[in-house]
């Protein structure tokens, strides 16, 4: 595993990794906020693309919010690990309260954030997902499951 000395240089990184997209007018750079927008605000910029956010939130397992046992995305979006959830016999009262609370930070951030602006043009185009990290990679699922219905370039 490389270690990075910041999420700039995670970031400049990853960008000397995905030179074939640079200057591209099909490609989209969308940050997983907050950890995720230095990381691709430095991926965008290299590459000279746009960059924008796309809202997920974790659903951390109660006493350790941490470990993620599912996402809520932008839309509507649930997605749940349901290994984790049979292992650790998570009752569907509690997901549901998790994912209700999730919701709406989400819904929060997302007016935040795009002060009313909308999702950028995403048909037929090529979306570079961007994150500060991936631990059980739960919320990048959620993140991929929101932008189906945009019919991103496959």
């Known amino acids: 595993m490389k270690l990075f000395r910041n999420?700039?240089?995670?970031?400049?990184?990853?960008?000397g990794?995905?030179?074939?997209?640079?200057?591209?007018?099909?490609?989209?750079?969308?940050?997983?906020?907050?950890?995720?927008?230095?990381?691709?605000?430095?991926?965008?910029?290299?590459?000279?693309?746009?960059?924008?956010v796309i809202?997920?939130?974790?659903?951390?397992?109660?006493?350790?919010?941490?470990?993620?046992?599912?996402?809520?995305?932008?839309?509507?979006?649930?997605?749940?690990?349901?290994?984790?959830?049979?292992s650790y016999r998570i009752p569907k009262s509690t997901i549901d309260s998790i994912a209700q609370r999730e919701q709406w930070e989400l819904e929060r951030r997302e007016r935040a954030y795009r002060n009313g602006r909308p999702m950028?043009?995403?048909?037929?185009?090529?979306i570079i997902l961007v994150d500060d990290g991936l631990a059980t990679g739960t919320t990048m699922r959620a993140a991929v499951t929101a932008l189906r219905p945009y019919k991103p370039a496959p």
């Open 7 to 15: 999420r700039i240089d995670a970031g400049r990184t990853l960008a």
């Open 55 to 86: 809202v997920v939130r974790k659903r951390g397992l109660p006493g350790c919010e941490d470990f993620a046992i599912g996402a809520v995305a932008s839309g509507g979006v649930r997605v749940l690990n349901e290994e984790v959830v049979r």
């Open 120 to 126: 950028p043009e995403l048909t037929n185009k090529t």
């Open 17 to 52: 990794d995905l030179m074939r997209y640079a200057r591209r007018d099909d490609v989209v750079v969308l940050a997983l906020p907050r950890g995720g927008v230095p990381v691709a605000f430095e991926v965008a910029t290299v590459l000279n693309v746009p960059m924008d």
